[in-house]
T-cell receptor, first 109, second 116 residues
Framework: GQNIDQPTEMTATEGAIVQINCTYQ??????LFWYQQHAGEAPTFLSY????GLEEKGRFSSFLSRSKGYSYLLLKELQMKDSASYLC??????????FGAGTTVTVRA | DVKVTQSSRYLVKRTGEKVFLECVQD?????MFWYRQDPGLGLRLIYF???????EKGDIPEGYSVSREKKERFSLILESASTNQTSMYLC???????????????FGAGSRLTVL
């Protein structure tokens, strides 16, 4: 089976940087995804990493280390609209996607 | 804009009732999925389908069944609803094995089911 861990909650100030860590233990690996989910809404795709290293997309970056079973999502220049849950998901050797429980980020003025 | 549409946002049912949750996607995707989302547990896969009339069990299929008669539509069925099936149900789709790269899941807005 898959085991995916991420912190339950994080709080940060508008304009700051927040890093959400995700560690995983899976049977095989075929990519790691980050999704954003605002309360009452559908999860939306943020990033995909399949090779080691950093992927940058505007204010959001995602990092992967396959040897360590570790990823992080970095949110820069935080805005109030970034208050949401962030879901780490891993595609295992069977190509099924398994999700962590999600990290709720609260941005304060 | 591409869409996954779940017909019911909120449902309240009684124990023992049969419940149908409908999902339609307009992206011509091969794969469709049903997840449930519970606080502290994340999204858990119930069933998925990689082709019309095909279905595969996910991690928690007990108490559920599915139907995929047309490519665009994937239904989740609770034959006899129980209180422990009170949850948020999310439908999703992705292009399938023919797609290269990330093969990203697109989600519907969810159906919140309460079983009394």
């Amino acid at each position: 089976g898959q085991n995916i861990d991420q912190p339950t909650e994080m709080t940060a100030t508008e304009g700051a940087i927040v890093q959400i860590n995700c560690t995983y233990q899976t049977s095989g690996f075929n990519g790691l995804f980050w999704y954003q989910q605002h309360a009452g809404e559908a999860p939306t795709f943020l990033s995909y990493n399949v090779l080691d290293g950093l992927e940058e997309k505007g204010r959001f970056s995602s990092f992967l280390s396959r040897s360590k079973g570790y990823s992080y999502l970095l949110l820069k220049e935080l805005q109030m609209k970034d208050s949401a849950s962030y879901l780490c998901a891993v595609r295992g050797g069977d190509y099924k996607l398994s999700f962590g429980a999600g990290t709720t980020v609260t941005v304060r003025a | 804009d591409v869409k996954v549409t779940q017909s019911s946002r909120y449902l309240v049912k009684r124990t023992g009732e049969k419940v149908f949750l409908e999902c339609v996607q307009d992206m011509d995707h091969e794969n469709m999925f049903w997840y449930r989302q519970d606080p502290g547990l994340g999204l858990r896969l119930i069933y998925f389908s990689y082709d019309v009339k095909m279905k595969e069990k996910g991690d928690i299929p007990e108490g559920y069944s599915v139907s995929r008669e047309k490519k665009e539509r994937f239904s989740l069925i609770l034959e006899s609803a129980s209180t422990n099936q009170t949850s948020m149900y999310l439908c999703a789709s992705n292009p399938g094995s023919s797609a290269s790269g990330a093969n990203v899941l697109t989600f519907g807005a969810g159906s919140r089911l309460t079983v009394l």
